[in-house]
Nanobody, 126 residues
Framework: QVQLVETGGGLVQAGGSLRLSCAVS????????MGWFRQAPGKEREFVAG????????TYADSVKGRFTISRENAKNTVYLQMNSLEPEDTAVYYC???????????????????WGQGTQVTVSS
């Protein structure tokens, strides 16, 4: 059974930084395209960033481009999301997700992802 566990969330002031981690177990991590999504209260879950299973391709939502960086470390079965210059609008529960299809494209919609973590809360105060 594939499990994803996110860590690293918390409370930070605007302009600060956080690094989220997502550890994956029970599957072939190196073959998964990985994505980070977030969901704020009363809003739909939205795509934040994704990285291809070969690690070469990354893509970001326009709202985080230039501030967030996604990376992966296949030897540790872990994907990261470095978040800098955080804004109150970034407040949400952040989820990591795995797409096992081995599609070379990074998908931006939730329906393409097969496995999900439980989420970690990020709160940015103004």
């Amino acid at each position: 059974q594939v499990q994803l566990v996110e860590t690293g969330g918390g409370l930070v002031q605007a302009g600060g930084s956080l690094r989220l981690s997502c550890a994956v177990s029970g599957g072939t991590f190196s073959r998964y395209t990985m994505g980070w999504f977030r969901q704020a209260p009363g809003k739909e879950r939205e795509f934040v960033a994704g990285i291809g299973w070969r690690g070469a391709g990354t893509t970001y939502a326009d709202s985080v481009k230039g501030r967030f960086t996604i990376s992966r470390e296949n030897a540790k079965n872990t994907v990261y999301l470095q978040m800098n210059s955080l804004e109150p609008e970034d407040t949400a529960v952040y989820y990591c997700a795995a797409d096992r299809s081995a599609n070379i494209l990074v998908q931006r919609t939730t329906r393409y992802y097969d496995y999900w973590g439980q989420g970690t809360q990020v709160t940015v105060s103004s």
